[in-house]
């Protein structure tokens, strides 16, 4: 604290925006460094997606054994998660607890929006400002505010005429039940999300109608009891597992990936791996090989055909089913009741492709063919994901340019985390790290370690600061182009990890998909090798 640069004192050594998984690590992290570090977090609790998403059925898809912090032993023995795929309000009472037992609550400003963040180069800090006028001055800024907080501005007509209730989703209220018990509800959207909450919906509602637009994969989920054995496994020795998870594609450690690759098969093994795999709940992964475009397509229409399987209406099974694009085009979804919902006599498909909505009107939605009444409407219509939460922000790096005007045509960085112009400004779970293709919080405690080794590299070589080069972003940019042609739809398909959610975003591939494990080695080397692909702000220069 008060690192006196050029005149300029900081209040802080670092200041962390955003309380979830990357937050809560970083503000631990900081204090283990001995540094003096604040928190804003514009929720009231801890939790980052999970506080906000709180709509019903909202659980986690990837497996509690990996979704979860390894960095230390305690937290590792303590916890006990209740199913393999952890609801919202267990992930947030766990976030809680790791929050209270790394003591860095005390540290975080609830409730409070940061709104700006700029740079004066002179003195080599930062000033964060909330939207209560509090200004804070500091050397480094995480902006750990996640891949997918800033929701999709509803983009229908009328949204708000609407007389009955409408609720997102993506901030559920927190402070009271939304009791939906006899009522008509209309659900707009099946991502992960619309998926998750229309069974539950369903469980009360007197008529629930789902408006979908495109049709996603829906395979089952692993929910189930955790496993003993595996569970001591890695309790015995967690710096293990967190070396592991690192090594992988992922940064999950899959509980199964079938053994033979595609083209060492003939049609009848094929079957054979394709429905093993399915029973295993890993279908995605039949085949050693599965990322083939050959393979690929043989697992969409697998699932295709198990999806057809369920929906006893044959129009309202064919309009569910994806025919429009491979597996992991778009985020596929998991559930293990969402089709049978269908099956349901209050239950109602609105396919928008035939039928689009119009407007919103008092009474509820208007589609080409009809005007359908409502109590409730449930808006699960997305997220500006992986750039939009830090365009949201006012960031103005060097010589005043602002971060928003650099990203007009799509996000630009190296490695994930920083930007050229943007010293010591670093961005985890943003645009082009593996991001929401990986196990997020896997990436949470990677990239944070990156950062504060960084950080502590900073100090120890008596650097004021660094950022990448322009070159070096550019080679970024290429790398994740590079990577993205070769997964099947993943430049083909409108979805929201191109842009193609938000009408008018640019279109840009903003998934690193080389893996996990190429990623960290790709960090690590920058470190390794002095910082090779940045520009270095010597102390001296800065005082
Ligand atoms: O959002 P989405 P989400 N008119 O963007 C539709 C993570 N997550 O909140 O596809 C009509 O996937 C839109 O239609 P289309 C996960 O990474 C994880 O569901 O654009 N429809 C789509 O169907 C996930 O991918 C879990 O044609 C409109 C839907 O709204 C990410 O969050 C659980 C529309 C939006 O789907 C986002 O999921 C939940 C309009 N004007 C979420 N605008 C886990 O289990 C949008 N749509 C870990």
């Known amino acids: 604290m008060g690192n006196d640069t050029n005149g300029a004192v900081a209040d802080c050594d670092v200041v962390v925006v955003g309380a979830g ?69 267990e992930i947030q009472r766990y ?43 500091c050397r480094y ?49 099946t991502g ?44 015995q020795d967690p710096g293990a597992v967190r070396k592991e998870l690192r090594s992988t594609y992922g940064g999950n450690q899959p509980l199964y990936i079938g053994p033979d690759r595609f083209n060492d098969l003939d049609e009848a093994g094929r079957e054979k791996a394709l429905w093993h795999a ?41 309009k569910l089913v994806p025919w429009d694009h491979p597996y992991g085009g778009k985020r596929p979804c998991q559930s293990d009741v969402y089709l049978q919902t269908y099956n349901q006599p209050h239950v109602r498909l609105i396919a928008l492709r035939e039928t689009p909505i119009e407007k919103i009107v008092p009474e509820g939605i208007v589609t080409s063919a009809e005007t359908i009444p409502l109590d409730v409407i449930v808006y699960a219509t997305g997220f500006d994901a992986l750039s939009g939460p830090v365009r949201a922000l006012n960031i103005t790096g060097i010589d005043g340019v602002s971060m928003g005007d650099i990203w007009a045509d799509g996000p630009v960085n190296y490695l994930g985390t920083m930007v050229h112009g943007f010293p010591n400004l670093f961005l985890p779970s943003s645009a082009m790290s593996p ?16 950062i504060f080794d960084t950080i502590r590299w900073l100090d120890s070589n008596d650097q004021a600061g660094l950022h990448p080069s322009s070159d070096s972003q550019d080679f970024w940019r290429d790398e994740t182009l590079r990577f993205a042609k070769r ?23 903003m998934v690193y998909r080389g893996g996990f494990n190429r990623y960290h080695e790709a960090c690590y080397a920058e470190l390794d090798s002095g910082f090779k692909g940045y520009e270095l702000l010597s102390a001296s220069a800065a005082q």
């Open 435 to 450: 991001s929401v293709l990986s196990n997020m919080a896997t990436l949470a405690e990677q990239q944070i370690d990156f």
């Open 141 to 189: 800024v995480v902006l750990a505010v996640g891949a997918l907080s800033e929701p999709k501005a509803p983009d229908i007509e009328g949204v708000d005429s609407f007389a009955g209730e409408a609720h997102f989703t993506s901030s559920w209220p927190r402070d009271r039940v939304v009791d939906m018990k006899g009522k008509r509800v209309g659900v707009i959207g």
């Open 21 to 89: 998984f990357a937050g809560i690590y970083a503000l631990w992290k900081a204090e283990q460094r001995g540094l003096t570090v604040r928190g804003f977090e514009r929720g009231s609790e801890v939790g980052g997606t999970w506080y906000w998403n709180a709509y019903p059925g909202a659980r986690c898809d990837v497996a509690s054994y990996n979704y979860a912090y390894f960095f230390d032993n305690e937290i590792v023995r303590e916890w006990n998660w209740s199913d393999v795929c952890s609801n919202q309000e």
């Open 278 to 318: 399915w029973e295993q709940r890993e279908v995605a992964l039949a085949f050693w090989d599965s990322h083939l475009p050959e393979a690929n397509a043989a697992i969409s229409e697998f699932i295709r055909q198990r999806m057809l399987e369920v929906v006893k209406d044959p129009w309202t099974a064919d």
């Open 487 to 509: 997964v099947p739809g993943a430049l083909t398909t409108e979805s929201w990890y191109n842009g193609a959610n938000i009408p008018g975003k640019p279109r840009r591939y």
């Open 95 to 137: 976030l809680s607890f790791v929050a209270e037992k790394c003591n860095v609550t005390r540290l975080i400003t609830f409730d409070t929006r940061v709104e700006a963040v700029s740079y004066d180069a002179a003195s080599a800090l930062w000033t964060v400002q909330t939207a209560d006028g509090e200004t804070v001055v």
């Open 192 to 235: 992960s999300s619309g998926v998750q909450c229309v069974p539950e919906i369903a469980k009360v509602a007197s008529d629930v109608f789902v408006f979908q637009r495109t049709a996603n994969f829906v395979t089952p989920t692993l929910s189930g009891p955790m496993d003993p054995e595996v569970v001591e496994t890695m309790r």
